[in-house]
């Protein structure tokens, strides 16, 4: 036990305690015996986004949501085909039943939707609330952008408008609309099997030297 009269040698061993139990300044946290070390909450957060595959800049291409696309055609270039045009002005049904049956992928024909279509405008008078439905559907399978404005809103005011526009955009991805969904995996699969192959070329036996 040191006496108050000798405050120096307090200090010096006091010091000489400090010095031993820090050890040297290697940037490594250095456990003691009386002091064990623990890794905090933060420690283990950092140690778990270290490790993470990707990072939020390195997200893999396919991974990423893709951007809107416009369409193919304006909503006002209903005449540039005029004989789908003139259909979807006088028998709608066709129209909209041709354009479910390729947004269902064939699930269901175009009859049925053209059908349910005319039963939706006789009863209620109002066949935009089914529609519309539609349009929705078709711009997630395509990424197509929402415009000019909701895709209730354009077929409450522009049923025939937005029929024939998005007719013309499943055309311009190589639909024939006029053969429907399966006509139209036949129709790929015969151009795929008549795909000419080139002959594999079998290389001879070289001759040692």
Not at 56 to 85: M, T, Y
Request: with cysteine; glycine share 6%.
């Amino acid at each position: 036990m040191y006496s108050s009269s000798n405050p120096n040698g307090y200090n010096k061993y006091a010091s000489e305690q400090l010095h031993h139990q820090d050890g040297p300044p290697t940037g490594i946290p250095v456990s003691s015996s009386t002091e064990p070390y623990f890794s905090t909450s933060h420690d283990q957060d950092t140690d778990s986004h270290s490790h993470h595959p990707y990072s939020h800049s390195q997200v893999p291409p396919h991974l990423r949501p893709k951007a809107p696309v416009p369409w193919s055609s304006g909503l006002c270039d209903c005449f540039s085909d005029p004989k789908n045009c003139c259909i979807t002005c006088w028998c709608p049904c066709i129209t909209f039943g041709q354009i479910a049956e390729i947004v269902d992928k064939g699930s269901t024909s175009c009859g049925a939707s053209g059908a349910l279509y005319t039963l939706i405008t006789c009863v209620t008078g109002c066949p935009c609330f089914y529609s519309c439905f539609y349009r929705s559907k078709m711009r997630q399978q395509y990424a197509l952008e929402e415009s000019p404005c909701n895709d209730c809103l354009l077929h409450c005011f522009c049923e025939y408008c937005a029929l024939c526009q998005e007719y013309r955009h499943l055309q311009s991805r190589g639909f024939d609309m006029a053969i429907g969904w399966h006509g139209n995996i036949e129709e790929r699969n015969r151009e795929v099997a008549m795909t000419p192959v080139p002959p594999v070329v079998e290389q001879g036996m070289s001759r040692d030297k």
